[in-house]
């Protein structure tokens, strides 16, 4: 089983609404929401945050999120009341993206350390510009005719389905552009039914990463 | 004289009666720089603590602190939760076992109770908050401590210096926490923080005379 995620909120609708939108992108990744003290008021209960830490570790570890300073406080508390307190990283990372950004990376097998840089590198934002890896750009133009477009349930297939290959894949509409590996970056591009994308691929794995991207739009996403 | 377990179950009762009769002063306090809650907490934190206090009282100062520190993590609810359930949960383990404190073994989980505090909350001091009156009691604690003094006048001076600490807080702008999306507007006021920790030591050191 892979890493699991704790959202700890002051708002116990807050963390289950995050954890509800992070755990569509990652079906099978444990989202536990911890939010709001018992009874439903706002605060952050560390009881609750223990157990949801111990209930989302399958054996893999745990990344938890928070929103505001006791939040952070009483997560890193809870990991470090832990028998073993490496088995869980608090992410300093803005809740929503880093959040979604984790449950990606997790669905995608990867490592709790992996998990928690994806939550922390969804904070960084687009400035840091990633050197173009050496090989062939393809570019390929693809119409989307699945219903919702590249919303999220199909950004996130898509950027997971480029996991692991050596390739700098990127998705144009108009004048727009988003890296294929960011689900936010895919969702911002607001692609509908019917709008044309370009694919621009370079890299080692383009040619993978292209067929793999061209099966997904071809299948409509699976809808 | 040293500190038995009971000394300290009967400074921690005295420092719940304290946050009581000071719970709604430290409740508008936080209501014009943070979330008005600190008061509330903090008094539902010490009330559990009495309580737990009643049902089972450990039998080693270390051990009735860290019943503290687990019972104002679990009860508390905002920030000073893990704050000052941190800086009990250090000070049980500066003084590990012992079945009395000197002044020295006072001093030193002071000492460990602010690196608990700075470490979790990671506040410097100047950014109003507990740290302006812990830093300022530990000093003192530490330099009578070095003197040879033992329990009660580590705990005096400790809560002298803490009190001229947290009034200190009043004109600086708040760097950390709710208080500090207030900016320049946090001026003005002491902070709800480094005043209830100042009546807290108070509270201890009362009880020892």
Known sequence: MGVGLVVVSHSERLAAGVAELAAQMAPDVVVLPAGGLAGGALGTDFDKVSAALSDADSGSGVVLLYDLGSAQMTAELAVETLGDPTRAIVADAPLVEGAVAAAVEAQGGKDLDAVARAAVAAGVGSDIEQAAPAGETIT???????????????????????AGLQADVRVRLGDAEADAASVLGLMGLGARKGDRVTL???????GE???RVLELVEGNFGE | MGCTAQDVIAALRAGAAVVADHRDELVELDRVIGDADHGENMDRGFRAVASKLDTAAPETPGAVLKQVATTLISTVGGASGPLYGTAFLRAASAVGDATELDGMAVAAALQSGLEGVVARGRAEPGDKTMV??????????????AEGAGPDRVLAVAAAAARTGAESTEPLVARKGRASYLGERSAG???????STALLLSAFAESRS
């Open chain 1, 140 to 162: 390929e133009e693809l119409e989307l005719r699945n219903e919702v477009g590249l919303h999220a349930r199909p950004a996130a297939l898509l950027a997971r389905s480029l």
């Open chain 1, 200 to 206: 621009v691929a370079s890299g080692a794995d383009a």
């Open chain 1, 209 to 211: 990463a292209v067929r």
């Open chain 2, 132 to 145: 302006d009156a812990l830093v300022p009691a530990v000093d003192a604690a530490t330099a009578a401590a």
């Open chain 2, 189 to 195: 006021h002491v902070d709800p923080g480094a005043r």
